[in-house]
Nanobody
Framework: QVQLVESGGGLVQTGGSLRLSCTAS????????AGWFRQAPGKEREFVAA????????HYSNSVKGRFTLSSDNAKNTVYLQMNSLKPEDTAVYYC????????????????????WGQGTQVTVSS
């Protein structure tokens, strides 16, 4: 059974940092890509970042580019989202997801293309 488990959320002040982790289990993920999405109250889910499972070929939304960094530790089957210079508008539940890629074809920002999702972790940025 495939599982994605996020951790690392919490409460932080504006300008602070958090690192989210997503640990995967249940299968090999070498043919998958990892994505991070978020959903704020009353808003639709939005794309944050994605990359190949080894951390290569990263994509970021314009709203987080330059502040967030996606990386991975293959030995631990874990991907990370380092979030710096956090703003109140970053407040949301953050979800990790995995998408099967077929060769070089994958869709970083299209949530419906992802096959597996974690349960989410709350990030709250106070002003």
């Amino acid at each position: 059974q495939v599982q994605l488990v996020e951790s690392g959320g919490g409460l932080v002040q504006t300008g602070g940092s958090l690192r989210l982790s997503c640990t995967a289990s249940g299968r090999a993920f070498s043919d998958y890509v990892a994505g991070w999405f978020r959903q704020a109250p009353g808003k639709e889910r939005e794309f944050v970042a994605a990359a190949l499972w080894d951390g290569a070929s990263t994509h970021y939304s314009n709203s987080v580019k330059g502040r967030f960094t996606l990386s991975s530790d293959n030995a631990k089957n874990t991907v990370y989202l380092q979030m710096n210079s956090l703003k109140p508008e970053d407040t949301a539940v953050y979800y990790c997801a995995a998408q099967r890629r077929y060769g070089s074809t994958w869709y970083p920002s299209e949530g419906y293309k992802y096959d597996y999702w974690g349960q989410g972790t709350q990030v709250t940025v106070s002003s």
